[in-house]
Nanobody, 120 residues
Framework: QVQLVESGGGLVQAGGSLRLSCAASGSIFRANRMGWFRQAPGKQRELVATITDGGSTNYADSVKGRFTIARGDAKTTVHLQMNSLKPEDTAVYYC??????????????WGQGTQVTVSS
């Protein structure tokens, strides 16, 4: 069974920075894509950023130029550097991964979430 463990959330003032990390564990053949989603109170979960095993990235328009996603050396870790944070970035951030435990069968996995709160 694959587990995703997130770290790095917390409380920060507007304009500040935080770095989120997510590490996958378990029997993993390949991590096709990893990324971050977020869900604010009363809103739907939305994509923040993703990165493929080839290094291609995708960002929500609202975070472009402020957030940077990167894979770790182990390829089963992903980091999200968040700069110039705004109060509207406040949400629970979830790590998401598309991984193959069996060759050719990618399945989605979710972390339990980490709270990011940006005060004005």
């Amino acid at each position: 069974q694959v587990q995703l463990v997130e770290s790095g959330g917390g409380l920060v003032q507007a304009g500040g920075s935080l770095r989120l990390s997510c590490a996958a564990s378990g029997s993993i053949f390949r991590a096709n894509r990893m990324g971050w989603f977020r869900q604010a109170p009363g809103k739907q979960r939305e994509l923040v950023a993703t990165i493929t095993d080839g290094g291609s990235t995708n960002y929500a328009d609202s975070v472009k130029g402020r957030f940077t996603i990167a894979r770790g050396d182990a390829k089963t870790t992903v980091h999200l550097q968040m700069n110039s944070l705004k109060p509207e970035d406040t949400a629970v951030y979830y790590c998401n991964a598309l991984m193959e435990q069996v060759v050719g069968i990618p399945l989605p996995y979710w972390g339990q979430g980490t709270q990011v709160t940006v005060s004005s």
